[in-house]
């Protein structure tokens, strides 16, 4: 039976059991054109760090991700092997939910690239990029994107709403155009610029604190 790992808003299953050999291993990194990092490569330790020092998890693959087809084949990876796997941005999760144990890390840290359209005045920004990032890139042309507190802040993370509530994101929902990511079944897929309805409010609903 497969077991689940829950964490706030969000429920990953996974199953023991998953084989893993040289070959497989040899075949996936062959396949990116990013990094494949173990756990008996040096780069490790340095590589499953999280922002938040108290969490320590250690994940048996960390695929460095440098593009579109990097993320597609990783995604693949995982679920061929049903893996437990964990997608980190730009890395400023408080809760560790950026990385596993015993599982694939999908980092996207690698894939900083902010594009400013001036005829447009709108910002393409990849998902490894932190608010300091887009601010770099704005600011040399007199424009700002209003979002996020810290420069550290990993967008894709704020733009998703950052795992504070479900309402969160709909702080932002005229900043947001549309966009193209990767599913579970890995194929790529383009979302629409319209935010789902924002859930209404429930009296005597008991209220969270973060």
């Given at each position: 039976?497969?077991?689940?790992?829950?964490?706030?808003?969000?429920?990953?299953?996974?199953?023991?059991?998953?084989?893993?050999?040289?070959?497989?291993?040899?075949?996936?990194?062959?396949?990116?054109?990013?990094?494949?990092i173990q756990?008996?490569?040096?780069?490790?330790?340095?590589?499953?760090?999280?922002?938040?020092?108290?969490?320590?998890?250690?994940?048996?693959?960390?695929?460095?991700?440098?593009?579109?087809?990097?993320?597609?084949?990783?995604?693949?990876?995982?679920?061929d092997l049903?893996?437990?796997?964990?997608?980190?941005?730009?890395?400023?999760?408080?809760?560790?939910?950026?990385?596993?144990?015993?599982?694939?890390?999908?980092?996207?840290?690698?894939?900083?690239?902010?594009?400013?359209?001036?005829?447009?005045?709108?910002?393409?920004?990849d998902p490894?990029?932190?608010?300091?990032?887009?601010?770099?890139?704005?600011?040399?042309?007199?424009?700002?994107?209003?979002?996020?507190?810290?420069?550290?802040?990993?967008?894709?993370?704020?733009?998703?709403?950052?795992?504070?509530?479900?309402?969160?994101?709909?702080?932002?929902?005229?900043?947001?155009?549309?966009?193209?990511?990767?599913?579970?079944?890995?194929?790529?897929?383009?979302?629409?610029?319209?935010?789902?309805?924002?859930?209404?409010?429930?009296?005597?609903?008991?209220?969270?604190?973060?």
């Amino acid at each position: 039976m497969p077991q689940c790992a829950i964490a706030r808003f969000h429920v990953i299953c996974y199953s023991k059991g998953s084989m893993l050999n040289e070959t497989t291993l040899g075949k996936f990194k062959a396949n990116l054109r990013g990094e494949l990092i173990q756990r008996n490569d040096e780069r490790y330790e340095e590589a499953r760090k999280l922002y938040n020092g108290m969490i320590d998890k250690r994940p048996l693959l960390i695929a460095r991700c440098v593009d579109v087809a990097d993320v597609i084949t990783a995604v693949n990876f995982g679920r061929d092997l049903d893996l437990l796997i964990a997608i980190r941005g730009g890395g400023h999760n408080g809760p560790g939910l950026g990385s596993c144990d015993d599982g694939l890390v999908i980092d996207l840290s690698m894939m900083k690239s902010v594009r400013v359209d001036l005829a447009t005045r709108r910002v393409r920004v990849d998902p490894g990029c932190t608010s300091g990032d887009v601010d770099h890139a704005t600011h040399a042309f007199g424009l700002a994107v209003p979002f996020g507190i810290v420069s550290t802040t990993g967008v894709a993370g704020l733009t998703l709403g950052g795992g504070h509530r479900v309402s969160y994101a709909q702080v932002r929902p005229h900043h947001r155009q549309p966009a193209r990511g990767g599913r579970c079944p890995g194929r790529w897929r383009f979302c629409h610029s319209q935010p789902e309805p924002a859930p209404r409010p429930v009296l005597g609903a008991p209220r969270r604190r973060w």
